[in-house]
């Protein structure tokens, strides 16, 4: 079992940043593929971004060059970094882990998510 605790989450405006963290326990973490999905209201889930154990990185097409995805294995967390934010970008952001080694893997565990609105 994994447990994943998302934080960082917030208000801010249009054209501003956020950094989520998301701490996982219970696994070897170094091993894991971690990523970052987002709900937004009335929607699907979707794919924002992942990253496997070697640091190898995927990202939604709508999101590139936007955000950055990282991760810090002394500390166990994964980070998602998400600048020039946009009202579009307003979701509740779930972080997600799978022990297969790729971007695209489907996501065994998952946090409870942190809400982000980005105002107008």
């Known amino acids: 079992q994994v447990q994943l605790v998302e934080s960082g989450g917030g208000l801010v405006q249009a054209g501003g940043s956020l950094r989520l963290s998301c701490t996982a326990s219970?696994?070897?973490?170094?091993?894991?593929?971690m990523g970052w999905f987002r709900q937004a209201p009335g929607k699907e889930r979707d794919f924002v971004a992942a990253?496997?154990?070697?640091?190898?990185?995927g990202y939604a097409n709508s999101v590139k060059d936007r955000f950055t995805i990282s991760r810090d294995n002394a500390k166990n967390t994964v980070y998602l970094q998400m600048n020039s934010l946009k009202p579009e970008d307003t979701a509740i952001y779930y972080c997600?882990?799978?022990?297969?080694?790729?971007?695209?893997?489907?996501?065994?565990?998952w946090g409870q998510g942190t809400q982000v609105t980005v105002s107008s």
């Open positions: 990253i496997i154990y070697n640091k190898n990185t």
């Open positions: 219970g696994r070897t973490f170094s091993t894991l593929t």
């Open positions: 997600a882990a799978s022990p297969r080694p790729d971007v695209t893997a489907r996501m065994d565990y």
